[in-house]
């Protein structure tokens, strides 16, 4: 039977088991969104701008595994979500945009909303396509998802122009592809396994530390397992939070940049580094001259060779999926297997710079951030999917929200986009209808896509914001103070809207919470009383809390500044 | 250090801005590209001459090797390869010069391929330093034009790029 390019298009989706799809439309995709109508397997989520739904997806992904969808128009439809595509790519985080593209016949002639779309985007995919013959069509969807979600997952762009989603053709969908030109490896070389597990034989200073990879490739169980029998201390990045049980005894905490007294000393005097699906960012391992002045051996477990001896040198390469390396590791592991007797003293040495507690904070008559971090914890009993949106705020949440679990902590890491907070709430929530989800978010981040509190109301998306409002960019602010002299250039958001009354305009409940006393009842009224609102929670906080511990720009991991410095 | 990168790349439109913008966009540099279709017509091949230290062309290949499009990557400077380039190159061909261009043109075993009262074309292949060195000697005053078309190169014996 021939069916529409459109159809296909939808037809392609419910093969995939995608059951929403985030969008806004247009001109050139109206033909799919009359398809989209007739049918209900695939439900469509209205954004009120693009960037959202992008986000929303990305979200949709990261708290789930699936792949996030989004369907936008041609031209400021795509233009749109740029910054959405490029928060994920960086993230690595495997999701289909569907764009509407001009009819083909006009392509290249400045018609009306038409970009080049696979040009603007190539930077920040993992792949991109255009569309040039509707028997193409449900192919290229196939190589789409299936290139987004193997290997290192990343979005990938399907330009569609108008005429092809009118054109008529038998739709089969392929069962399995073959590409000669993408074959991920998966299984590492057990040569190289072999070597590595030797190594963790011999360690006397050992860190684990593991990033983004462990939960892609849902590996947090093995990890565990590895890390307990090893009993060697385990570090995250951000983007590895959750990882690994933050409650566990052998958690050091997160590393870099604002990472724990502990974690940052035990990677840099480490003699073993066994790092899985982390890339060495420049802020997880400081000014690298300084990083380099230790002599380690290095373990790299991670699916992209690229990322391996990019930034710091690496003495037994493992390329392969996490979880495969971890069970091939681990199946080497017999029963005889001993480490050194000396990690127990490495045990020590840990044990004491934990016991500097970099991370205490002194209370004051304002909220302080931290204290709200915490008692958000214990009110959502750990269990919250917490998404986050750039700034000081983002840093206390991976500080003092513990995360046990992966896919729980939503945040932005390596392009570090404010505005994701609020529409990562509603990817999340359609991933996982019945959660607790926070947002935890800063006055100036909030307002970035802060007009999808309509689309919430919408779809009766009860997010709780946890807005720290500490009437700044607070981020920008803590490096002018310490940086720039306390010139504090454009960092000071004045004519803020009363967030009450906004929420309330938008049909949501508005809390305003002034006092330390207040900040746990109000939480709590919030995710029982408020359970299935939104609640638009402004938290008037200190507004010179800063973040510590911190390295600053150029400075070595161990060179951290920590509060009781000040 | 000098590298010559042989790619062979899917026949997408496309694909060439790929690696032309991965290398822009990384800070590596190109200093000639050169891409045609193979014997099979699904497949291009690309030779990039580029220039960087180990770790650098390190990146350089397993970036190359990260799009989706590209097939298969070597250095082909690792091993013993043989490389070319041609040259076309226009110059004034009057009085004394004219005999002097022709006997230049001999010597690298160039060809003249056009000729006016005015003005030769040569066309010259070889390694790119043979080029150099045609155009060093040759009165600068009197070249009208060069194109080049940037290294090609192919590995000796068994060395064999292929799908
Ligand atoms: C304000 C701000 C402050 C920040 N401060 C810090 C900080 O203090 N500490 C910190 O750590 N970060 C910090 N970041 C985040 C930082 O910028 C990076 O995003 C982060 O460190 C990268 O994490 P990652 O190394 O886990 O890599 P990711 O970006 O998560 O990359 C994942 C790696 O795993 C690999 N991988 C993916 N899937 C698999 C698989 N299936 N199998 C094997 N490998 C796989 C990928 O190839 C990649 O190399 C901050 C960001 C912001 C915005
Ligand atoms: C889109 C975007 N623009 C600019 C920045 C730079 N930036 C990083 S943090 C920050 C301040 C964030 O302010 P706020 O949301 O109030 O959070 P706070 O730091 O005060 O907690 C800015 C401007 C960014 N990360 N993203
Ligand atoms: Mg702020």
Known sequence: ?566 | MRHIISILIENESGALSRVAGLFSARGYNIESLTVAPTEDPSLSRMTILTSGSDEVLEQITKQLNKLIDVVKVVDLSEAAHVERELMLIKVRATGKDREEMKRMADIFRGRIIDVTEATYVIELTGAGAKLDSFIAGIDAGLILETVRTGVCGIGRGDRILKV
């Open chain 1, 1 to 566: 039977m021939m069916i529409s390019g459109a159809e296909i298009v939808i037809r392609c989706l419910q093969e995939e088991k995608v059951d929403c799809v985030f969008g806004y439309p247009g001109g050139s995709v109206l033909h799919i969104y009359d398809a989209l109508f007739k049918q209900d397997q695939v439900k469509h989520i209205l954004v009120r701008h693009e960037q959202a739904a992008v986000h929303a997806a990305d979200a949709f992904s990261r708290s789930s595994q699936k792949v996030g969808v989004a369907l936008v128009t041609s031209g400021p439809g795509v233009t749109n979500t740029v910054t959405g595509i490029a928060t994920a790519y960086m993230d690595s985080i495997p999701m289909v945009v569907l764009t509407g593209q001009v009819p083909s016949f006009y392509i290249g002639q400045d018609a009306f909303q038409e970009c080049d779309t696979v040009g603007i985007t190539r930077p920040c995919v993992k792949h991109n396509f255009l569309v040039k013959d509707v028997k193409d069509l449900a192919l290229t969807i196939k190589k789409a998802f299936h290139i987004a979600a193997t290997g290192r997952p990343g979005p990938v762009v399907v330009d569609i122009p108008k005429d092809i989603t009118a054109q008529m053709c038998e739709f089969e969908y392929p069962k399995s592809i073959q590409m000669r030109s993408y074959n991920p490896v998966v299984k590492g070389h057990l040569g190289q396994i072999k070597k590595a597990v030797q190594i963790l034989k011999e360690a006397k200073r050992p860190i684990i530390y593991t990033g983004g990879g462990v939960i892609l490739s849902d590996a947090a169980q093995k990890l565990t397992e590895l890390a307990h029998k090893l009993n060697f201390p385990v570090t995250n990045t951000l983007m590895g939070l959750g990882g690994y049980p933050a409650t566990d005894r052998q958690f050091v905490g997160m590393l870099g940049m604002h990472g724990t007294f502990e974690a940052n000393n035990a990677m840099h005097y480490s003699d073993v580094i066994l790092a899985i699906g982390a890339r060495f960012d420049d802020r997880v391992i400081g000014n690298p001259e300084h990083f380099g002045e230790e002599k380690r051996r290095v373990i790299h477990i991670d699916i992209d060779p690229s990322s391996i001896s990019k930034r710091v040198k690496v003495d037994v390469p493992i390329v392969g999926n996490v979880n495969d390396v971890l069970d091939e590791i681990l199946k080497l592991m017999d029963a005889d297997f001993k480490t050194d007797p000396d990690v127990a003293n490495w045990w020590k040495q840990i044990d004491e710079w934990r016991s500097r507690d970099s991370l205490r904070y002194t209370q004051s008559e304002h909220i302080m951030p931290q204290f709200v971090m915490e008692k958000l914890y214990e009110v959502t009993n750990g269990e919250a999917f917490v998404t986050s949106d750039v700034g000081q705020h983002q840093m206390f949440a991976a500080q003092y929200y513990k995360f046990d679990k992966p896919r729980r902590w939503i945040n932005s890491g390596g392009l570090g986009t404010m505005g994701v907070g609020l529409p990562y709430g509603m990817g999340v929530l359609m991933a996982h209808p019945d959660a607790q989800v926070a947002c935890v978010t800063g006055e100036g981040s909030i307002q970035m896509c802060i007009q999808e509190l309509s689309t919430c109301k919408q779809y009766g998306f009860p997010i709780k914001i946890i807005n720290l409002n500490n009437g700044m960019l607070g981020m920008v602010r803590q490096w002018q103070e310490m940086f720039y002299s306390k010139r504090y250039s454009q960092s000071y958001v004045t004519s803020l809207p009363d967030f009450v009354k906004l929420a309330e305009a938008y049909g949501h409940v508005g809390m305003k919470i002034e006092k330390p006393e207040d900040v746990e009842p109000a939480l709590r009224k919030a995710f029982t009383e408020h359970k299935n609102d939104l609640v638009f929670m402004d938290f008037i906080i200190d507004p010179g809390a800063n973040v510590f511990p911190m390295v600053a720009a150029g400075k070595g991991l161990t060179e951290m500044i920590l509060a009781e410095d000040l």
